[in-house]
């Protein structure tokens, strides 16, 4: 059995190194959107078989589309995303949900630091990994999963890429 970890992949990876790649070649507006419709599609469902009642992921992932869609103040969109975030901090006891509350808190959080798509990735992987498997499969089974889910969600981003976007984002990945 593998040691369980918060998230799954490493900066070094080949599939983590090509979402950074294609991440860079867009706008800010593309990768929020992007990161929170992949968080709403995948991971919030994982999170919400464990917490049905809890509406604060949802609601944190809403604002920030909201935010980019001109429709929500930033001010009022980082305190949905803050509230996300305890969300993740309260999951404690169940890491599956746990991991899938940390992916959709860093999706929200797009709309301050777009360097938190890359953490949809790591924490993503997990909650996906960990719900598919279970909490005691082979480091190997995780890193097999990690590199399919990063290349979903590599996927994803290219069905709405913007080609030869004008205005990319310019990132220091610090990793």
């Known amino acids: 059995m593998a040691k369980l970890r918060k998230m799954l992949g490493t900066a070094d990876s080949p599939y983590i190194i090509s979402l950074m790649r294609i991440i860079e070649t867009q706008n800010k507006t593309t990768i929020i959107t992007w990161s929170v419709k992949y968080a709403e599609a995948y991971l919030l469902p994982i999170y919400e078989k464990a917490y049905p009642e809890d509406t604060r992921l ?84 995780y890193e097999d999963i990690a590199a399919e889910v990063c290349s979903k969600y590599e996927s994803e981003l290219h069905k709405i890429a913007v080609e030869n976007e004008p205005n990319p984002v310019k990132i220091n990945w610090n990793c």
């Open 58 to 141: 949802k609601n944190a992932l809403t604002a920030a589309l909201s935010f980019v869609e001109g429709g929500m103040k930033l001010a009022d969109a980082k305190k949905l995303v803050r509230e996300a975030q305890g969300a993740a901090k309260e999951a404690e006891g169940n890491p599956i949900a746990q991991a899938a509350a940390r992916a959709c808190a860093q999706a929200a959080a797009t709309i301050t630091t777009i360097t938190n798509s890359l953490a949809v990735a790591f924490y993503g992987s997990a909650a996906i990994a960990y719900d598919r498997v279970g909490l005691e499969s082979s480091a190997e089974v």
